[in-house]
């Protein structure tokens, strides 16, 4: 009754509106007065037009549109039916003699319908649905991502009542949307101005709409949110992204694997079908993890039946109901059983027959498995023989084993038992017809037992969080990255191929526990503190995905690499492991240690490093506050500047007296020396773009591995070029100015313009090699490079002079300003007086002694 009701009030609407389009069209024609000879057709058009138009609004389903959710399809169709209404109207007006409204008239009265029809609904929507972003009590938000799912993002922001936030501007890194509206909403900038934008336009929250980001841009994004304290959600990646959802549904916060960086995996996913698609597939380890990721993917390709085996029932049972649900029609077989059981493994194989097998199950705490060796070889080592037999016997096509780059130079039980695996299958691989290849990639975050889920657990508890020493390394992978690489090696490889997967840049963990906690709202050390334990038995502080004597090839995957492994003896590697497995079964832990390492030479127990005894946490990894620091304070500017005038006033003309009695008085001459040096890394906007405006990405040029220099300027330095005639007289002035440092006066020129300051990081000229190593760390471009500073007081080209330029950067403070000041006066006045040496907390120096002094003088 209530449907039938607003039809009604629907259609007697639009008569009206259709009859008054035609009257007022009449009265604008004719000034307010309606001639008495189209009076008469008035009330024919009004009658025409009402019934022909009602009819083509239900025509287009005009009158079936909920109003709320009306947009432009909607207004489309209003004008669709209103131009066939007057086209009709029109004609039958030209039919009729005499005519019975002037032609102008209809076309009049057709953009008047129009603009009532439309302009009764969009006032009803207004009216009774308010635009929200009025309010100024609501977040500010910021968009990050002008396509088509920001301007959905946006738009239904706006329509939703249960959001607290209003867009106030897009970013977007296409030049041909700055400065554009979309959905009425300026595009402020791209993600480079992020930062500036964050802080001009007080935002409050980010949303990153972009489904096709990078993985590195959505980190970018996230880090530089997590950093000021702003609250950052983003849409999920292309591949998770589900068209036809509304966007804003699918916004959620910013995860710890966000952070990573990783691209989104690409696979070959009509040749993983065709080699799965109809074929029985056996996973071993399917209740864990990784086992239970590689049979949702698997499940994908429709096999004819899909195989999982685990001695842990539950898990089977919960995955079970899990592709059951999503897939209805595929036949899973729930197999409870134990790798270690060669008869039942064989039995298993021989009546499934799987073409393919991947192999997933094994111990992997290495903490644990030191403790108990026998475990490892008796479930990794002989597991894994086991597999491989029944494969063979059962003419699998292929095994893949899941191996892990703790088998590069082992330092743990877990490690070594891997490598074993890997030389069996080399070994086995010689004499079969099935095709043996073991995956390795390193830790899975998100996996049980991960050090994210640790780390979680630790902070639901409050702290603290556990880490195990302050430069502790590891690469990570995601879950389902790991598991759809695995997939496609599998189907890659050949008899004893080794694969790695391309697992990025190793990460530090203690980076991932102060990001963890800032996801969270807190701040490190403060809310949360974080411990350090120290490394466990078998644990190294970083981790390698090649030995020295291995090499890599290329596959047809640009994540897959081959390795190219050293040559292995068949028959002594198979009798070093069945030794291996029977003293496994008796014998103590230490005897098995050391049968692992007959078989595995390379494998060599390491005893923990101990901790630091002061942690390098103040260089390597300054808590969050401390970035606050701002380069452009405008007291330290302003000093510079004073004293660089000051400077120039009173020493220039001196200098240059001097400099030109010695070019009169003595054999040689006086030359301007030109230095191009690396300034502060300001990001200037010619840096951002090219001449013809686009943008240019320099975030992603390898920022981890080098540090990342900023823009180079020029400096002028005075040289007295001596000749060979000239006396011990000239030689000691020539030699007592450049100690006073006379020669480098134009240095306050760059003061001056701001490319310098009085105290700073060390100042490298481009040319030099020294700030492209590793060890110097791109926060020594993150302050104005000075004319002296921590690093120049000490002197030389030790490990720790970059030291002082990083803690400069990360730490730059008015104490550290007047400290380097105080120690660098004397030494301009007495310039053979070393004046102290230069201390900061977490940095081993001492004050330099008379021959360094001598040899920093004498470079």
Same mark, same amino acid.
């Given at each position: 009754?209530?449907?039938?009701?607003?039809?009604?009030?629907?259609?007697?609407?639009?008569?009206?509106?259709? #009859?008054?389009?035609?009257?007022?069209?009449?009265?604008?024609?004719?000034?307010?007065?309606?001639?008495?000879?189209?009076?008469?057709?008035?009330? +024919?058009?009004?009658?025409?037009?009402?019934?022909?138009?009602?009819?083509?609004?239900?025509?287009?389903?005009?009158?079936?549109?909920?109003?709320?959710?009306?947009?432009?399809?909607?207004?489309?169709?209003? @004008?669709?039916? +209103?131009?066939?209404?007057?086209?009709?109207?029109?004609?039958?007006? =030209?039919?009729?003699?005499?005519?019975?409204?002037?032609?102008?008239?209809?076309?009049?009265?057709?953009?008047?319908?129009?603009?009532?029809?439309?302009?009764?609904?969009?006032?009803?929507?207004?009216?009774?649905?308010? %635009?929200?972003?009025?309010?100024?009590?609501?977040?500010?938000?910021?968009?990050?991502?002008?396509?088509?799912?920001?301007?959905?993002?946006?738009?239904?922001?706006?329509?939703?009542?249960?959001?607290?936030?209003?867009?106030?501007?897009?970013?977007?890194?296409?030049?041909?949307?700055?400065?554009?509206?979309?959905?009425?909403?300026?595009?402020?900038?791209?993600?480079?101005?992020?930062?500036? *934008?964050?802080?001009?336009?007080?935002?409050?929250?980010?949303?990153?709409?972009?489904?096709?980001?990078?993985?590195?841009?959505?980190? =970018?994004?996230?880090?530089?949110?997590?950093?000021?304290?702003?609250?950052?959600?983003?849409? !999920?990646? +292309?591949?998770?992204?589900?068209?036809?959802?509304?966007?804003?549904?699918?916004?959620?916060?910013?995860?710890?694997?966000?952070?990573?960086?990783?691209?989104?995996?690409?696979?070959?996913?009509?040749?993983?079908?065709?080699?799965?698609?109809?074929?029985?597939?056996?996973?071993?380890?399917?209740?864990?993890? #990784?086992?239970?990721?590689?049979?949702?993917?698997?499940?994908?390709?429709?096999?004819?039946?899909?195989?999982?085996?685990?001695?842990?029932?539950?898990?089977?049972?919960?995955?079970?109901?899990?592709?059951?649900?999503?897939?209805?029609?595929?036949?899973?077989?729930?197999?409870?059983?134990? #790798?270690?059981?060669?008869?039942? %493994?064989?039995?298993?194989?021989?009546?499934?027959?799987?073409?393919?097998?991947?192999?997933?199950?094994?111990?992997?705490?290495?903490?644990?498995?030191?403790?108990?060796?026998?475990?490892?070889?008796?479930?990794?080592?002989?597991?894994?023989?086991?597999?491989?037999?029944?494969?063979?016997?059962?003419?699998?096509?292929?095994?893949?084993?899941?191996?892990?780059?703790?088998?590069?130079?082992?330092?743990?039980?877990?490690?070594?038992?891997?490598?074993?695996?890997?030389?069996?299958?080399?070994?086995?691989?010689?004499?079969?017809?099935?095709?043996?290849?073991?995956?390795?990639?390193?830790?899975?975050?998100?996996?049980?037992?991960?050090?994210?889920?640790?780390?979680?657990?630790?902070?639901?508890?409050?702290?603290?969080?556990?880490?195990?020493?302050? $430069?502790?390394?590891?690469?990570?992978?995601?879950?389902?990255?790991?598991?759809?690489?695995?997939? =496609?090696?599998?189907?890659?490889?050949?008899?004893?191929?080794?694969? *790695?997967?391309?697992?990025?840049?190793?990460?530090?963990?203690?980076?991932?526990?102060?990001?963890?906690?800032?996801?969270?709202?807190?701040?490190?050390?403060?809310?949360?503190?974080? =411990?350090?334990?120290?490394?466990?038995?078998?644990?190294?502080?970083?981790?390698?995905?090649?030995?020295? @004597?291995?090499?890599?090839?290329?596959?047809?995957?640009?994540? *897959?690499?081959?390795?190219?492994?050293?040559?292995?003896?068949?028959?002594?590697?198979?009798?070093?492991?069945?030794?291996?497995i029977e003293l496994a079964k008796e014998a103590p832990p230490d005897e098995i240690r050391k049968a692992l390492q007959d078989l595995v030479p390379e494998y060599v127990p390491q005893e923990p490093q101990p901790l630091p005894s002061e942690p390098r946490k103040m260089v390597c990894a300054a808590p969050a506050e401390t970035y606050a620091v701002c380069e452009s304070a405008p007291g330290k500017r302003l000093l510079d500047m004073l004293a660089a005038g000051l400077g120039l006033a009173l020493l220039a003309v001196p200098a240059g007296l001097i400099y030109g009695l010695l070019?009169?008085?003595?054999?040689?001459?006086?030359?301007?020396?030109?230095?191009?040096?690396?300034?502060?890394?300001?990001? %200037?906007?010619?840096?951002? @773009?090219?001449?013809?405006?686009?943008?240019?990405?320099?975030?992603?040029?390898?920022?981890?591995?080098?540090?990342?220099?900023?823009?180079?300027?020029?400096?002028?330095?005075?040289?007295? $070029?001596?000749?060979?005639?000239?006396?011990?007289?000239?030689?000691?002035?020539?030699?007592?100015?450049?100690?006073?440092?006379?020669?480098? #006066?134009?240095?306050?020129?760059?003061?001056?313009?701001?490319?310098?300051?009085?105290?700073?990081?060390?100042?490298?000229? *481009?040319?030099?090699?020294?700030?492209?190593?590793?060890?110097?760390?791109?926060?020594?471009?993150?302050?104005?490079?000075?004319?002296?500073?921590?690093?120049?007081?000490?002197?030389?080209?030790?490990?720790?002079?970059?030291?002082?330029?990083?803690?400069?950067?990360?730490?730059?403070?008015?104490?550290?300003?007047?400290?380097?000041?105080?120690?660098?006066? !004397?030494?301009?006045?007495?310039?053979?007086?070393?004046?102290?040496?230069?201390?900061?907390?977490?940095?081993?120096?001492?004050?330099?002694?008379?021959?360094?002094?001598?040899?920093?003088?004498?470079?």
């Amino acid at each position: 009754m209530r449907k039938r009701l607003r039809l009604i009030l629907l259609h007697g609407m639009d008569g009206g509106l259709l #009859i008054a389009s035609v009257c007022l069209a009449l009265l604008l024609r004719f000034d307010g007065r309606i001639p008495g000879q189209f009076q008469g057709g008035l009330l +024919l058009g009004s009658a025409v037009a009402t019934l022909v138009g009602l009819l083509s609004l239900d025509l287009f389903k005009v009158h079936r549109t909920l109003w709320r959710y009306a947009g432009l399809p909607t207004a489309l169709s209003i @004008a669709n039916a +209103l131009t066939l209404t007057f086209l009709v109207l029109y004609a039958a007006n =030209q039919a009729l003699r005499p005519q019975p409204l002037p032609r102008s008239v209809i076309v009049l009265a057709w953009i008047l319908s129009i603009v009532l029809v439309m302009g009764v609904r969009v006032a009803w929507r207004l009216l009774r649905y308010p %635009m929200p972003w009025g309010s100024k009590t609501d977040r500010r938000v910021l968009i990050v991502g002008a396509g088509d799912v920001g301007a959905m993002v946006a738009r239904e922001i706006a329509r939703s009542l249960n959001y607290a936030g209003r867009p106030i501007g897009f970013l977007d890194d296409n030049p041909d949307k700055l400065h554009a509206r979309v959905e009425n909403i300026e595009v402020l900038g791209t993600t480079f101005d992020l930062p500036r *934008i964050l802080e001009e336009e007080r935002v409050d929250a980010v949303i990153l709409a972009a489904p096709s980001a990078s993985g590195r841009l959505v980190s =970018q994004v996230a880090r530089t949110c997590i950093e000021k304290g702003i609250a950052c959600q983003t849409v !999920p990646a +292309l591949v998770d992204y589900i068209q036809g959802k509304g966007a804003l549904d699918q916004v959620r916060e910013i995860r710890i694997e966000d952070l990573l960086g990783r691209e989104p995996v690409e696979i070959d996913l009509p040749g993983i079908r065709q080699a799965i698609e109809g074929r029985v597939v056996l996973v071993t380890g399917a209740g864990g993890s #990784i086992g239970s990721e590689l049979c949702r993917q698997l499940a994908r390709f429709a096999p004819r039946r899909l195989v999982m085996l685990d001695h842990n029932e539950n898990g089977l049972t919960y995955l079970g109901l899990e592709l059951k649900e999503a897939y209805p029609k595929l036949d899973l077989l729930h197999a409870v059983g134990d #790798i270690k059981d060669e008869r039942g %493994m064989r039995a298993l194989l021989l009546a499934q027959r799987p073409s393919l097998v991947l192999h997933a199950a094994a111990h992997k705490h290495v903490n644990l498995l030191e403790i108990s060796p026998r475990e490892a070889i008796l479930n990794n080592l002989l597991g894994t023989r086991n597999v491989a037999r029944a494969a063979v016997a059962s003419g699998v096509e292929t095994l893949a084993l899941i191996s892990t780059d703790k088998a590069v130079h082992p330092t743990s039980v877990m490690g070594a038992s891997k490598r074993a695996c890997e030389m069996l299958l080399q070994a086995m691989a010689a004499r079969s017809g099935t095709t043996l290849v073991a995956v390795r990639f390193g830790n899975v975050i998100g996996s049980e037992g991960s050090v994210l889920q640790i780390f979680r657990r630790q902070l639901a508890r409050g702290g603290p969080l556990t880490v195990t020493h302050p $430069e502790a390394r590891r690469y990570f992978m995601t879950i389902p990255e790991a598991s759809q690489l695995v997939i =496609q090696a599998a189907l890659l490889g050949q008899a004893g191929d080794v694969f *790695i997967l391309d697992m990025g840049e190793q990460v530090r963990i203690l980076d991932i526990a102060h990001q963890l906690i800032r996801l969270s709202g807190l701040r490190p050390d403060r809310d949360i503190q974080i =411990q350090f334990i120290g490394l466990r038995p078998g644990e190294k502080l970083t981790e390698q995905i090649l030995t020295a @004597a291995e090499t890599t090839r290329t596959t047809r995957h640009a994540k *897959i690499l081959r390795c190219e492994l050293e040559q292995v003896d068949p028959g002594l590697i198979e009798r070093g492991v069945e030794e291996l497995i029977e003293l496994a079964k008796e014998a103590p832990p230490d005897e098995i240690r050391k049968a692992l390492q007959d078989l595995v030479p390379e494998y060599v127990p390491q005893e923990p490093q101990p901790l630091p005894s002061e942690p390098r946490k103040m260089v390597c990894a300054a808590p969050a506050e401390t970035y606050a620091v701002c380069e452009s304070a405008p007291g330290k500017r302003l000093l510079d500047m004073l004293a660089a005038g000051l400077g120039l006033a009173l020493l220039a003309v001196p200098a240059g007296l001097i400099y030109g009695l010695l070019a009169l008085l003595g054999p040689g001459r006086v030359v301007f020396r030109r230095e191009e040096r690396i300034g502060l890394n300001r990001r %200037m906007r010619d840096r951002r @773009a090219t001449p013809a405006g686009v943008p240019i990405d320099r975030r992603y040029r390898d920022r981890r591995k080098h540090s990342l220099p900023g823009r180079p300027f020029v400096t002028y330095a005075l040289q007295f $070029e001596e000749s060979p005639r000239g006396g011990a007289t000239i030689r000691r002035i020539r030699r007592w100015l450049e100690e006073a440092r006379v020669d480098r #006066i134009l240095y306050l020129w760059s003061v001056l313009k701001g490319d310098m300051s009085l105290v700073g990081p060390s100042c490298h000229l *481009i040319e030099s090699d020294t700030w492209k190593q590793s060890r110097v760390s791109a926060w020594c471009f993150a302050r104005r490079p000075g004319l002296t500073g921590p690093a120049q007081l000490v002197g030389g080209a030790g490990e720790e002079v970059p030291l002082y330029d990083d803690y400069y950067g990360r730490h730059r403070n008015w104490r550290l300003d007047i400290d380097a000041l105080r120690l660098a006066l !004397p030494r301009l006045l007495r310039p053979r007086n070393n004046g102290g040496g230069f201390e900061l907390p977490g940095v081993p120096r001492t004050s330099p002694s008379k021959d360094e002094g001598k040899e920093a003088r004498k470079a």
